[in-house]
C-alpha cells in the first residue's frame, strides 16, 4: 500500500496524488512553488503604413456614360429626359428585372433581350430601342409621362 501525503489545504479531501486534492466536485492541483505572473508589455500603437493606389482611369458613372453616348446621336439636351426614363424603369439599377413582366435592365427592355448586370449592352441596346421606336429621348419621354410606360 501507498502511503499518501496529507493535502498541503486541510478544506479538500485527499486524493491519490500529493499535490492534487478534491473539492466540490473538481480535482484542484496545488504546487508549493509559486509561478512569477507575467506583465504584458505596453501596447504601443503604431499607424498602419499607407499605401495609395492610383486607378489607372476613374470609371465613369453610369449617367455619365449615357449622356456621352446620347449627345453621340441627338446631341446635347436630353440628360433630363434620360435620366427620368431610366430612374423611372429601373433606378439606375442593370439588374433590375421586373417580376411582373420579364423586363429586365437600365431601359427594362421587354422581353429581356440584354445580359443582366451588363450596363454597356444595355445601354446601347436601349439608346438604340429609343431611336428605332421614338427618334430621341424626348419623344420617348412624353410617351412615358403620358402612358407611364414607354
Known amino acids: 500500500m501507498i502511503a499518501v501525503q ?4 486541510a478544506h479538500c479531501i485527499p486524493y491519490s496524488h500529493p499535490k ?3 473539492k466540490g466536485g473538481y480535482l484542484i492541483y496545488y504546487a508549493k512553488k ?3 505572473t507575467i506583465k504584458p508589455a505596453p501596447l504601443v500603437m503604431q499607424p498602419a503604413p499607407v499605401v495609395v493606389v492610383e ?3 476613374v470609371p465613369e458613372t453610369l ?3 449615357v449622356h456621352d453616348r446620347a449627345v453621340s446621336i441627338w446631341g446635347a439636351g436630353y440628360d433630363y429626359e434620360m435620366n427620368f426614363i ?3 424603369e429601373s433606378a439606375w439599377n442593370p439588374y433590375a428585372i421586373n ?7 437600365l431601359f427594362q ?3 429581356c433581350s440584354v445580359p443582366i448586370g451588363d450596363a454597356n449592352t444595355q445601354i446601347n441596346d436601349g439608346l438604340l430601342y429609343i431611336q428605332q421606336r421614338y427618334g430621341n429621348p424626348g419623344v420617348a419621354y412624353q410617351f412615358w409621362i403620358a402612358h407611364g410606360w414607354y
Open 109 to 111: 427592355r421587354l422581353p
Open 63 to 65: 449617367p455619365q456614360i
Open 34 to 36: 509559486v509561478l512569477p
Open 86 to 88: 431610366i430612374s423611372h
Open 6 to 9: 496529507a493535502p498541503i489545504h
Open 99 to 105: 417580376p411582373n413582366g420579364g423586363a429586365c435592365g
Open 20 to 22: 492534487l486534492c478534491r
Open 55 to 57: 486607378p489607372a482611369s
